[in-house]
């Protein structure tokens, strides 16, 4: 192949890396923890449950895709007071949060496969800090942040899906 073709080539894949990469999640502004919005966040749809936490009630969207997951609440402005999102995780591996490209400060619970608050965690907007489970946690339950704290749920209290549910 002559040189031309093969820098021409090269070129070509190196600009469509670069161009993946920036479209990707992680693509910073120079030296600052501020992200790129992705022009390609693509819409993900997300199920919808009710949650009872205590005698209080959540509208929780849960994210059990990957890509559910990769998104999260990202770029969303607000959320509303009792709103939540469920990620549904693998309790046989280390979980971890991080507030990337993520606008609202958020409380994290973790929670154990029997419904049982583990732990909170309260998260800053665009904040690569990470918040790591300390035990084996089933799901992460993202609120407004102190929104356990104003409700009086505590470490120990249970979370149960409402089974009786009728679609919108």
Not at 76 to 93: G, K, N, T, V
Request: proline share 5%.
């Amino acid at each position: 192949m002559p040189l031309r073709t093969c820098l021409k080539s090269t070129a070509l894949l190196i600009g469509i890396s670069l161009s993946a990469l920036a479209l990707g999640d992680a693509t910073y502004l120079s030296n600052t923890p501020r992200l790129i919005k992705s022009q390609q966040l693509q819409a993900v749809e997300f199920e919808r449950v009710k949650l009872q936490v205590g005698e209080h009630l959540l509208d929780t969207e849960i994210a059990e895709t990957a890509a559910q997951k990769t998104q999260g609440l990202m770029w969303r402005e607000s959320l509303p007071e009792d709103s939540a999102m469920l990620f549904i995780l693998d309790d046989r591996q280390q979980q971890c949060f991080w507030m990337r490209n993520t606008l609202i400060p958020l409380t994290l619970a973790y929670i154990d496969r029997n419904g049982r608050i583990i732990e909170f965690f309260d998260m800053q907007p665009l904040s690569d800090e990470t918040h790591c489970a300390t035990k084996p946690a089933q799901f992460g339950l993202e609120v407004n942040q102190g929104w356990f704290a104003r409700k009086g749920i505590v470490p120990g209290d249970r979370i149960r899906l409402i089974e009786d549910q009728q679609p919108d």
